[in-house]
């Protein structure tokens, strides 16, 4: 079972990287539950329907997926994403370390990590470093992806 779940790991980002969000979604258990520090908690459908609305809008996404490793019930990545974040045009290299656990070959649960400071002032700029500064801006950041992840699920 630890190498079919490194397998699919391996499949997640693999279909990151091709732009494939229906292949990345095909990770996922329907119950699975998703958190990172731009979107903050998805259930269900969401996590899938997040995948699907990045890799539409990625026209210059690349991943790098650096290490993975996973045994019956977790495993754990290690993988770097360079894109130009839409809104604002800017670059960005979000390095990002993830967590998994396991249900029937599926992911059930995803935890994402990464500096979401950094993330800010990559991708918004001066607005970004506003945000480092008065964290209380970050949540019209995350109610912002939110909402526009419930606009795309609502066009799907």
């Given at each position: 079972m630890s ?6 790991i ?12 229906d292949a990345?979604?095909?990770c ?6 998703f ?5 903050g908690?998805l259930?269900?459908a ?6 699907r ?8 996404l ?14 754990s ?7 130009t974040?839409?809104?604002t045009g800017r670059?960005?290299?979000n390095?990002?370390r993830?967590r ?5 070959g599926l992911?059930t649960?995803?935890?994402d ?33 939110r ?5 795309f699920?609502?066009?799907?």
């Amino acid at each position: 079972m630890s190498d079919s779940n490194r397998e699919l790991i391996r499949r997640l980002y693999d279909g990151l990287n091709r732009k494939d969000g229906d292949a990345m979604a095909a990770c996922y258990a329907q119950d699975a539950s998703f958190h990172d520090p731009a979107f903050g908690d998805l259930h269900g459908a969401e996590v899938g329907g997040m995948w699907r609305m990045l890799t539409s809008r990625a026209g210059d996404l690349e991943v790098e997926l650096r290490d993975h490793d996973a045994d019956e019930r977790v495993g754990s990545a290690h993988w770097v994403a360079n894109y130009t974040f839409t809104q604002t045009g800017r670059p960005v290299v979000n390095d990002i370390r993830a967590r998994f656990t396991f249900g029937d070959g599926l992911i059930t649960n995803h935890v994402d990590e990464f500096s979401y400071g950094r993330w800010c002032r990559q991708a918004l700029g001066p607005m970004g470093w506003a945000i480092t500064i008065l964290p209380p801006l970050g949540g019209v950041v995350r109610r912002r992806a939110r909402e526009s992840l419930e606009e795309f699920i609502a066009e799907g």
